[in-house]
């Protein structure tokens, strides 16, 4: 039995979150042009409510290729379920300096389908196309052009807040999940990951509360998360690829942000 702190809902895995959590980290000794850094979790036995002691560790690396690589490791000693992914939240044009947010980005998914959801925003069980719908990134397009569609999952979210399913030419290796271009700046990002679906998030819930950098206030579609992951609800969806971790198992999953300019 897992803390509902989302309407009925388990988000994030209970209070505190691993992201509310005190991490041991240390630099890692790298070759060549990339800096690391090691970030270690260990989860007791029935934190948050989860069985097993979970060793994780984290490790973030960043290239002179403008890559923001990040790699999830976790042990368990007894069988658990484990879905880590990145909220880290992205604007191009950089803070304060659109007064449109990240709503004039131009976004591309590699994804055909996505996940449905109810009306708490959790999966249903059903995956369906997005040929014909606002869900349709299947070519570059800005985020504005269709966030206001009168339609029943945008309703939901609040805007885009939905799970794409990646199409994945290999398990297991890096498959190109996201392409990001700010049309002012012309910045770009890349999103590549070894996981099988992307949630891509537009600060649907940022009210204006939140000052942020150069004395900002953050509100909805001032920024755009793109998180990587199994699919949300796994546990209970039998027909979702599992998110189950035994003790004579790793838990591997690595994507990388890569950074650049059109030109």
């Known amino acids: 039995n897992l803390e509902k702190n989302n309407g009925p809902n388990s988000l994030h895995s209970g209070n505190p979150g691993f992201d509310k959590r005190v991490w041991q980290v240390k630099p890692l000794v790298s070759k060549g042009e990339t800096v690391k850094a090691s970030l270690n979790l260990t989860s007791p036995n029935g934190d948050q409510g989860f069985p097993g002691k979970l060793d994780v560790e984290v490790i973030y690396s960043l290239s002179d290729q403008n890559e923001f690589k990040i790699e999830y490791k976790a042990k ?32 591309q998914l590699n994804a055909d389908r996505i996940l449905v959801t109810d009306q708490n925003s959790l999966p249903t069980g059903e ?10 990134f299947r070519t570059p397009k800005a985020i504005v052009k269709d966030i206001r569609a009168n339609n029943q999952q945008l309703a939901y979210g609040y805007g885009y ?10 398990q ?46 953050y509100r909805q579609a001032d920024a755009l998360a793109l ?17 189950r971790l035994n003790p004579n198992q790793t838990y591997n999953s690595v994507t990388v942000f890569k950074f650049g300019v059109q030109k």
């Open 161 to 170: 807040d939905q799970t794409w399913v990646i199409n994945q030419k290999s």
């Open 76 to 107: 368990t000693d007894q069988p658990t379920v484990v879905n880590l992914t990145n909220h880290s939240y992205f604007n191009l044009s950089g803070a304060g300096n659109n007064p449109y947010g990240v709503l004039d980005h131009v976004v």
């Open 227 to 243: 998180e990587t992951q199994h699919f949300p609800d796994s546990p209970n969806q039998p027909s979702f690829p599992s998110t």
């Open 127 to 136: 995956i369906a196309s997005v040929a014909g719908t606002p869900f349709d």
């Open 172 to 217: 297991g290796k890096l498959n190109l999940a996201a392409s990001v271009v700010d049309p002012k700046s012309k910045r770009t990002m890349q999103v590549l990951t070894t996981e099988p679906s992307v949630q891509m998030y537009t600060a649907n819930h940022l009210l204006g509360n939140v000052v942020g950098a150069n004395g900002v206030l």
